[in-house]
């Protein structure tokens, strides 16, 4: 069974950039049948979809997100990333990777990286 | 665009039967059969448990199911469990501008 494994500092600093990968461990990252998402989940509070890409590319973001957020996919290492610019307090969170299939459902998660912004 | 709305709780005894509402608009809920929802478990990832409305991925329980009217979905959680306990959230495809929206979430208690 596939799994994702997410990866990247656990503490930034405000105003610099968050940068996490994610690991899948087997080759349908290759797969026209999925997207790959991250998703993230401020302390005490909801889920915020963040972005999806393909294997190909062509990625789409949160609108409220989209002027900060920047995704790629390097199927060759198997892995995707999130890069997010100018980060402040609010965007301390759990940070999760996912695997979208068909159904437009995220069926396959990482276990979630916590992401703290302070100086 | 705005988050889908949950109860903020909602709760029952062993046995019973309990349904979670989610609340959408024309935009999103109500113009695509493309919800899902997910269980969540403290310090644990979500869960998916429905998919497109109804569809039940392989091992999740027969005791969840899913529908929709109009822009409002529904969680239904049969035969009510101590281990159902948990956050549920829903989440909708809301077309190629707003992509996707979570619900606000709701704390299942079981009493």
């Known amino acids: 069974q596939v799994q994702l494994q997410e990866s990247g500092p656990g503490l930034v600093k405000p105003s610099e950039t968050l940068s996490l990968i994610c690991t899948v461990s087997?080759?349908?990252?290759?797969?026209?049948?999925?997207?790959w998402g991250w998703i993230r989940q401020s302390p005490g509070n909801g889920l915020e979809w963040i972005g999806n890409?393909?294997?190909?590319?062509?990625?789409y973001y949160n609108p409220t997100l989209k002027s900060r957020v920047s995704m790629s996919i390097d199927t060759s290492k198997k892995h995707f990333s999130l890069s997010l610019r100018s980060v402040t307090a609010a965007d301390t969170a759990v940070y999760y990777c996912?695997?979208?299939?068909?159904?437009?459902?995220?069926?396959?998660w990482g276990q979630g990286t916590l992401v703290t912004v302070s100086s | 665009q705005s988050a889908l709305t949950q109860p903020a709780s909602v709760s029952g005894s062993p046995g019973q039967s309990i349904t979670i509402s989610c609340t959408g608009s024309?935009?999103?809920?109500?113009?695509?059969?493309?919800v899902s929802w997910y269980q969540q478990f403290p310090g644990k990832a979500p869960k998916v448990i429905i998919s497109e409305v109804n569809k039940r991925p392989s091992g999740v329980s027969d005791r969840f199911s899913g529908s929709k009217s109009g822009n409002t979905a529904s969680l239904t959680i049969s035969g009510l469990q101590a281990e159902d306990e948990a956050v549920y959230y829903c989440?909708?495809?809301?077309?190629?501008?707003?992509?996707?929206?979570f619900g606000t979430g709701t704390t299942v208690t079981v009493l």
């Open positions: 890409i393909y294997y190909s590319g062509s990625p």
């Open positions: 087997d080759d349908s990252i290759t797969s026209s049948t999925y997207y």
């Open positions: 024309s935009s999103d809920v109500g113009s695509y059969n493309l």
């Open positions: 996912a695997r979208r299939d068909y159904s437009d459902a995220f069926h396959v």
């Open positions: 989440c909708s495809w809301a077309g190629s501008i707003t992509f996707y929206l």
